[in-house]
């Protein structure tokens, strides 16, 4: 099979592969769509460690079970790409990333949907309708599963004020899942054809701010276009800037909630929390039932993917690259015939 391996120093290369064996208890799984996200620039930049090279990359996955499951009922699978244990609290609890006895991420620890086949456990396969796309289904098991993480997490209530900063592909589900659990949403992006995306998908209200300096202007702002100042800043930017500004943004007690991140710390003098008893909430990816309703949503017709541009293995490192300099409208995918 064809596949993208990650060899280190920011460098993919194509490979053919043996079609990896399915161990007992595991499923071969043909890709059909891999979506592209943020995280891949991470490893290529040397901010996430994959363990092992070379390592196919790729953890937002759909694709047909193959092997002895092959065309049977639920063979249409996104695949939730952590493999927990399943029993421990955190499993139980719907905290699955935080399992104590993880086996590793398809995709960071282990070889993802960048290949013709993936091999996977078989409960980290989801089920997909056939009214959800596989290029959708791939998107939801990355950006769709973690708005839905990162806004359960916020305990958002109905027309709450909230602020969702940075529209790629995470704050495009934001926006749309905050939405739907009742806030009240402001959209800010670094582009108007951004916005205008975040706006056709539920933002009530929007802002284009496309350099750092023009954050000093978004406390006075949020609170002028919500009628006051939010009660959770979901940051999927994460530079000093941005993060700052949310910060400053906040009603008294309101959340941050930290999801994309760079390689700028985190800067804040305790004071400035506790006086107004603000929150730093953290959200990484998300469980399985995250996906789960992602998907059901999608079928719905609630929750929509935008994707920006499909290309298959050889336009990988040009996909990935291109998330560089921000200016990508919805998710790019690879998808396979
Ligand atoms: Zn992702
Ligand atoms: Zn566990």
């Not at 992006?189 to 951004?194: F, L, N, Q, V």
Request: with cysteine; glycine share 14%; net charge negative.
């Amino acid at each position: 099979m064809r596949a993208a391996e990650f060899v280190g120093d920011g460098a993919l290369r194509l490979a053919e592969r043996p079609v990896p064996g399915a161990p007992d208890g595991w499923a071969p799984v043909r890709v059909r769509a891999a979506g592209v996200c943020g995280t891949e620039l991470h490893f290529l930049e040397g901010l996430i460690d994959p363990m092992g090279m070379p390592r196919v990359l790729g953890h937002e996955i759909a694709g047909e079970v193959a092997g002895a499951r092959a065309g049977s009922p639920g063979s249409r699978a996104a695949v939730y790409n952590v493999m927990n244990c399943g029993s421990c609290r955190y499993c139980n609890t719907n905290r699955d990333r935080l399992c104590t006895r993880s086996g590793g991420m398809i995709g960071f620890t282990a070889d993802g949907g960048f290949a013709e086949y993936v091999i996977v456990p078989e409960r980290n396969l989801v089920p997909l309708p056939d009214t959800v796309p596989f290029e959708a289904g791939a998107v939801l098991a990355c950006s769709g599963m973690t708005a839905v993480h990162a806004v359960r997490l916020a305990g958002i209530g109905i027309g709450d004020p909230a602020v969702v900063n940075g529209i790629g592909g995470v704050g495009l589900m934001l926006t749309q899942v905050a939405a739907l659990a009742g806030a009240t949403v402001l959209a800010v992006a670094d582009e108007a054809a951004k916005l205008e995306l975040a706006r056709s998908l539920g933002a009530r209200a929007g802002l284009v701010i496309d350099d750092p300096e023009g954050y000093e202007t978004l406390p006075g702002e949020a609170s002028r276009m919500l009628g006051r100042a939010p009660d959770v800043f979901f940051e999927t930017v994460g530079t000093r800037e941005t993060m700052r500004a949310g910060f400053s943004c906040l009603a008294p007690g309101g959340s941050f909630v930290q999801i994309g991140y760079t390689s700028q710390p985190l800067d804040i003098h305790p004071g400035a929390l506790i006086k107004n008893e603000l929150r730093i909430l953290t959200s990484a990816a998300g469980s399985k039932s995250d996906l789960e309703t992602a998907i059901a949503l999608a079928a719905q017709g609630l929750l929509k993917t935008v994707v920006a541009t499909r290309t298959d293995l050889d336009g990988l490192e040009a996909a990935i690259l291109s998330l560089k300099d921000r200016r990508v409208l919805g998710r790019n995918v690879v998808t396979f015939a």
